[in-house]
């Protein structure tokens, strides 16, 4: 696909994106968003992801269903978007997400236990990454989680952080130095 027809597509689908992260949950029967997330660590590893919609390396991970808890949710979204199997070591943080698509994110420290990587239609890349040698391209958002998931051991943060302009224009930069270089950006 050419790249004035990939910039073609763009507008519709950050226009969409803006509905949903300015308005999305101001809908009826819509409360507050749940999603868990996990820092899935390997020595000195890490898993992430690439989804299709907003390009930029992440943690995977998902919304919480109706009746799971925080815990069940992470094990199934990292299976369903990994194909990796998980232990969850311990809880690094909840996250009060607010402003620009305000949520609740609850990151786990994980382990894999089974499975093997692999891709899904959810997320078309997974890769392990050195500690050392993360991307540029992780959305920003991500970082302050990661780093507070890599001790083994100590209690969870509690945070409360404002997605405003600044991490607008930085998820948008990243998701176009990404679809620029066709995902090879770093």
Same mark, same amino acid.
């Given at each position: 696909?050419? +790249?004035?027809?990939? %910039?073609?597509?763009?507008l519709?689908?950050?226009?969409? @994106?803006?509905?949903?992260? %300015?308005? =999305?949950?101001?809908?009826?029967?819509? =409360?507050?968003?749940?999603?868990?997330?996990?820092? /899935?660590l390997?020595?000195?590893?890490?898993?992430?992801?690439?989804?299709?919609?907003? +390009?930029g390396?992440?943690?995977? =991970?998902?919304? /919480?269903?109706p009746?799971? @808890?925080?815990?069940?949710?992470?094990?199934?979204?990292?299976?369903?978007? &990994? =194909?990796? !199997?998980?232990?969850?070591?311990?809880?690094?943080?909840?996250?009060?997400?607010?402003?620009?698509?305000?949520?609740?994110?609850?990151?786990?420290?994980?382990?894999?236990?089974?499975?093997?990587?692999?891709?899904? $239609?959810? @997320?078309?890349?997974?890769?392990? %990454? #050195?500690?050392d040698?993360? $991307?540029? &391209?992780? %959305?920003?958002?991500?970082?302050?989680?990661?780093?507070?998931?890599?001790?083994? &051991?100590g209690?969870?943060? !509690?945070? !409360?952080?404002?997605?405003?302009?600044? #991490?607008?224009? #930085?998820?948008?930069?990243?998701?176009?130095?990404?679809?620029?270089?066709?995902? !090879?950006? +770093?």
């Amino acid at each position: 696909m050419s +790249r004035l027809l990939r %910039f073609a597509t763009l507008l519709p689908h950050y226009a969409e @994106t803006a509905f949903k992260g %300015f308005f =999305g949950h101001r809908l009826p029967g819509q =409360g507050e968003r749940q999603v868990a997330q996990a820092a /899935i660590l390997e020595g000195d590893r890490v898993v992430l992801t690439l989804r299709p919609e907003l +390009r930029g390396w992440e943690l995977p =991970g998902g919304r /919480i269903d109706p009746g799971e @808890t925080p815990e069940e949710a992470v094990i199934r979204e990292v299976q369903e978007e &990994t =194909g990796l !199997e998980v232990a969850v070591e311990r809880l690094a943080g909840r996250y009060r997400r607010l402003g620009f698509l305000p949520h609740m994110a609850w990151v786990y420290r994980c382990r894999p236990v089974g499975g093997r990587l692999a891709t899904s $239609p959810e @997320t078309p890349r997974v890769q392990w %990454f #050195a500690l050392d040698d993360i $991307p540029g &391209t992780l %959305f920003p958002w991500y970082r302050g989680p990661l780093k507070d998931a890599l001790p083994e &051991t100590g209690p969870p943060v !509690e945070r !409360e952080e404002h997605q405003g302009v600044a #991490a607008i224009a #930085a998820g948008m930069g990243i998701d176009l130095r990404m679809r620029l270089s066709d995902d !090879e950006a +770093r």
